[in-house]
């Protein structure tokens, strides 16, 4: 079925320095999600992206829908250690119902 | 954030036991999910009901059965786990079932540990 992929898996990055995590699918997707779940914590909304080639800021990150729909990132800005976190992409899948479906995730570790 | 709540947080037991996980949403959504999660496999999909109606069974063993008597409440009743089992058990609710376009709402999770 189709899946969602994410890479990296792992990310160690000094304060400061910039982050990118990125979402490939092998069919096209109506939307994608992201997700955000602090150590401990459980998964929070950040955005829904819906159109071809589509960009949203949230202060430093930075959410981008690729052009045919298949792929995604997420990029933050001089990250802080309030940015530690696993963040998922999520999209439908391609089983009945079209569940919707969670990428791996990319674990952003940031040294102080 | 208390949209979801779940009980209890943690939770021991042994491998005869028979355990129940309870999950409330209080944001009048329509649609209720069961994931776990572990390191292996970060969140797998368990269980789906939608208005009350279960949409969607993942392969998931008989040892897990679920039980939806609202659209508020969802149980995930436990008996006979294996090791294998230990994991995150999280709770999510959306506003109804919209084949992939709906928002989750998350719970904070029922860590389990299987002896």
């Known amino acids: 079925g189709q899946q969602v992929m994410q890479i990296p898996q792992y990310q160690h990055v000094q304060e400061g320095e910039d982050f990118t995590t990125y979402c490939n699918s092998s069919t096209t997707l109506s939307n994608i999600q992201w997700y955000k779940q602090r150590p401990g914590g459980h998964p929070v909304f950040l955005i829904q992206l819906v159109k071809s080639g589509e960009v949203k800021k949230q202060k430093r990150l930075t959410f981008q829908f690729g052009e045919a729909k298949k792929n995604s990132s ?4 001089a990250t802080q250690t309030t940015d530690v976190g696993t963040y998922f992409c999520a999209g439908p899948g391609d089983n009945a119902g079209n569940m919707l479906t969670f990428g791996g995730g990319t674990r952003l570790m940031v040294k102080p | 954030e208390t949209g979801v709540t779940q009980t209890p947080r943690h939770l021991v037991m042994g491998m005869t036991n028979k355990k129940s ?5 209080h944001l009048g959504h329509n649609a209720m999910y069961w994931y776990k999660q572990s390191a292996k496999k970060p969140l797998e999909l368990m269980f789906v009901y939608n208005f009350k109606e ?3 069974n ?3 063993p ?10 508020s409440h969802l149980f995930l009743h436990l008996h006979t786990l294996q090791p294998e089992d230990s994991a995150l058990y999280l709770c999510a609710s959306s506003q109804d079932f919209r084949q992939g376009w709906e928002t989750q709402y998350f719970g904070p999770g029922t860590r389990l540990l299987v002896l």
């Open chain 2, 21 to 25: 996980l309870k999950c409330e949403q």
């Open chain 1, 74 to 77: 997420l990029h933050i800005t």
């Open chain 2, 58 to 60: 993942n392969s998931v």
């Open chain 2, 62 to 71: 008989s040892r897990f059965s679920p039980e939806c008597p609202n659209s």
């Open chain 2, 54 to 56: 279960q949409t969607e």
